[in-house]
T-cell receptor, first 113, second 110 residues
Framework: DSGVTQTPKHLITATGQRVTLRCSPR?????VYWYQQSLDQGLQFLIQ???????AKGNILERFSAQQFPDLHSELNLSSLELGDSALYFC????????????FGSGTRLTVV | QQPVQSPQAVILREGEDAVINCSSS?????VHWYRQKHGEAPIFLMI?????EQKGHDKISASFNEKKQQSSLYLTASQLSYSGTYFC???????????FGKGTSLLVTP
């Protein structure tokens, strides 16, 4: 157990639907990062939060949104799902920005059918 | 801004050495290295924050050449447990979120 908790582990949903992925960072970590991993693209950075505030955006589609709550857990919302959104979604956390390595959760495998 | 890793794949026999390279077209603030086994989460290996810094982790070490905007990961006397995909992640001075390379697949055989 890395200390970063992601739920659910697996999700199967139909095209056009909306899902929410949840992440609880390691205790004491203030930064949360979301990544999408597909076979041909590797780990693609989506978005970062630090202590409740959005800090950086990567290749995140407009159909996707995220937030970090006062208790520091984060949610990634994916809407109007397409087949191409099928991927492994990782959440990672780190103590501060620019310091320390990332601790990754075990990921949520999303399958859109 | 995605760093470029080379080679894409390596096959080694136990005990052999390997080098994985990571280069960026942008100035770098830090370089991270991670290993991911199939179906698992990436595991942090090391972070390099200063130009010329070298760090080690068991028989795995890395260097960071800030001027050349590149880093190399050295795996010495490889073990079966070293098999997996290695990712470098780079952060530039404008932000701290990592951009990862596409990974280098390493297979160590008996």
């Amino acid at each position: 157990d890395s200390g970063v908790t992601q739920t659910p582990k697996h999700l199967i949903t139909a095209t056009g639907q909306r899902v929410t992925l949840r992440c609880s960072p390691r205790s004491g970590d203030l930064s949360v990062y979301w990544y999408q991993q597909s076979l041909d693209q590797g780990l693609q950075f989506l978005i970062q939060y630090y202590n409740g505030e959005e800090r950086a955006k990567g290749n995140i589609l407009e159909r996707f949104s995220a937030q970090q709550f006062p208790d520091l857990h984060s949610e990634l919302n994916l809407s109007s799902l397409e087949l191409g959104d099928s991927a492994l979604y990782f959440c990672a956390s780190s103590p501060w920005e620019g310091r320390g390595g990332y601790t990754f959760g075990s990921g949520t495998r999303l399958t859109v059918v | 801004q995605q760093p470029v890793q080379s080679p894409q794949a390596v096959i080694l026999r136990e005990g052999e050495d390997a080098v994985i390279n990571c280069s960026s077209s942008k100035a770098l603030y830090s370089v991270h290295w991670y290993r991911q086994k199939h179906g698992e989460a990436p595991i942090f290996l090391m972070i390099l924050l200063k130009g010329g810094e070298q760090k080690g982790h068991d028989k795995i070490s890395a260097s960071f050449n800030e001027k050349k905007q590149q880093s190399s990961l050295y795996l010495t006397a490889s073990q079966l447990s070293y098999s997996g995909t290695y990712f470098c992640g780079t952060a530039n001075p404008a932000g701290y979120a990592l951009n990862f390379g596409k990974g280098t697949s390493l297979l160590v055989t008996p």
